[in-house]
């Protein structure tokens, strides 16, 4: 039974710091890591995958996978009230993915202005 | 190609009805899923297919439950004998690839939303 945990939050950020997110997986075996934005009544949107060990970068959106003590999280710099939203984290099983993502029950992000 | 479709956005039924919704996967896709969400929770596996074919199912999915994708293109999610307890947000997402890392990055449909009163 693969598990994705998340703290549901609310995590409340100031408008222009930096949030982070964080995830913890059980799957040792799980090779690929995303991350998902969710507004409110919307499906989810990738944001960021990961597949390696370290950091990945894309804007103000930086990944981080450390696969020994099976966490991923998400930091997101200069935060804008349009960050605000529910984040998941969804990882692949040992398989490498062939029975689909595995979600956590995502991180609600408030960004106060 | 507008992305993932589904149909209908909204459904509201009584209990004991069947229910259909349609997904529609971005076209170069062979990969499609379903998914249900429920509120407060993130999207729980229920199905996928390759291709036509169905090649692994949840246990969360139920005998009322049933997916095809007959030509390997659209594809529909029947619930038969609906209960209170189906009522979530069916998710429908396609992947591009068979083999390598893209074949995990899904796109997602708008969803179907159902209410079982």
């Not at chain 2, 407060?40 to 949840?58: I, R, V």
């Not at chain 2, 899904?106 to 209410?115: D, I, V, W």
């Amino acid at each position: 039974q693969k598990e994705v945990e998340q703290n549901s939050g609310p995590l409340s950020v100031p408008e222009g710091a930096i949030a982070s997110l964080n995830c913890t997986y059980s799957d040792r075996g799980s090779q690929s890591f995303f991350w998902y934005r969710q507004y409110s009544g919307k499906s989810p949107e990738l944001i960021m995958s990961i597949y390696s060990n370290g950091d990945k970068e894309d804007g103000r959106f930086t990944a981080q996978l450390n696969k020994a003590s099976q966490y991923v999280s998400l930091l997101i710099r200069d935060s804008q009230p349009s960050d605000s939203a529910t984040y998941l984290c969804a990882v692949t099983g040992s398989g490498g993915g062939a029975d689909g993502l595995t979600f956590g029950k995502g991180t609600h992000l408030i960004i106060q202005p | 190609d507008t992305g993932v479709s589904q149909n209908p956005r909204h459904k509201i039924t009584k209990r004991g009805q069947n229910v259909t919704f349609r997904c529609d996967p971005i076209s170069e896709h062979n990969r499609l899923y379903w998914y249900r969400q429920t509120l407060g929770q993130g999207p729980e596996f229920l199905t996928y297919f390759q291709n036509e074919a169905q090649l692994e199912k949840s246990r969360l999915l139920s005998d009322r439950f049933s997916a095809e994708r007959p030509k390997g293109s659209f594809s529909t999610l029947e619930i038969q004998r609906t209960e209170q307890g189906d009522s979530a947000m069916y998710l429908c997402a396609s992947s591009p690839a068979a083999l390598g890392f893209g074949a995990n990055v899904l796109t997602f449909g708008a969803g179907s939303r159902l209410t079982v009163l």
